[in-house]
């Protein structure tokens, strides 16, 4: 079974070369995230484009869905896994870490009647998010637990969920005219 630690080394250079090109530009601007998504004809299908990217989300089927992919909720939780992971092999490489394995696993809860009648003390948004990391590494615990430390003190999904953020949200309404009307 191959490891890691041939890419460790290969994500060490890479980390140390954007790091020093940043500290190089004194006019570095932030990067800009965006992504769209739009509702497809008659499935409901998400098609969620990133970059290059598509990403489909779905419903399961007791919701009207095709479950042709992951409702929001769960890519969320797989996001900030992704996220952890990252980050750990970042904090792993730059401290020159040997990591044969990282594999991380999220859960999380979601109450389909949530806010309903009855139900209005359960949070309507994914609650109780719990995740575990396995290293598998030849390092000591000591160092493992301080890598873990590091992780959760720069991965930038994980404090987004931690840390009430705000967003603004903006309505652009178009009128549809309604059968030759």
């Given at each position: 079974m191959t490891?890691l630690n041939?890419y460790?080394?290969?994500k060490?250079?890479?980390w140390?070369?954007?790091?020093?090109a940043?500290?190089?530009d004194?006019?570095?601007k932030?990067?800009?995230?965006?992504?769209?998504?739009r509702?497809?004809g008659?499935?409901?299908?998400?098609?969620?484009r990133?970059?290059?990217?598509?990403?489909?989300s779905?419903?399961?089927?007791?919701?009207?869905?095709?479950?042709?992919?992951?409702?929001?909720?769960e890519l969320?939780?797989?996001?900030?896994?992704s996220c952890?992971t990252h980050?750990?092999?970042i904090?792993?490489a730059?401290?020159?870490?040997?990591?044969?394995?990282?594999?991380v696993?999220?859960?999380?809860?979601?109450?389909?009647?949530?806010?309903q009648?009855?139900f209005?003390?359960i949070?309507i948004f994914p609650?109780?998010?719990?995740y575990?990391?396995?290293i598998v590494s030849?390092?000591?615990?000591?160092?493992i637990r301080?890598?873990?430390e590091a992780v959760?003190?720069v991965c930038?999904i994980?404090?987004?969920l931690?840390?009430?953020?705000t967003?603004?949200g903006e309505?652009?309404?178009?009128?549809?005219?309604?059968?030759g009307?």
């Amino acid at each position: 079974m191959t490891t890691l630690n041939e890419y460790l080394i290969q994500k060490r250079a890479a980390w140390l070369a954007k790091r020093e090109a940043a500290h190089r530009d004194p006019d570095i601007k932030s990067n800009q995230l965006k992504a769209n998504v739009r509702a497809l004809g008659r499935s409901g299908v998400r098609e969620i484009r990133i970059r290059d990217f598509q990403v489909i989300s779905d419903s399961p089927t007791d919701f009207a869905g095709y479950n042709l992919g992951p409702a929001s909720p769960e890519l969320q939780l797989g996001v900030l896994g992704s996220c952890i992971t990252h980050i750990t092999l970042i904090q792993a490489a730059e401290r020159e870490l040997k990591i044969d394995s990282i594999d991380v696993e999220v859960t999380g809860e979601q109450h389909p009647l949530a806010q309903q009648p009855g139900f209005e003390h359960i949070p309507i948004f994914p609650h109780n998010i719990r995740y575990t990391l396995d290293i598998v590494s030849p390092e000591p615990a000591e160092v493992i637990r301080a890598l873990h430390e590091a992780v959760e003190a720069v991965c930038p999904i994980f404090n987004l969920l931690k840390n009430p953020q705000t967003i603004v949200g903006e309505l652009r309404h178009t009128s549809a005219s309604v059968n030759g009307a």
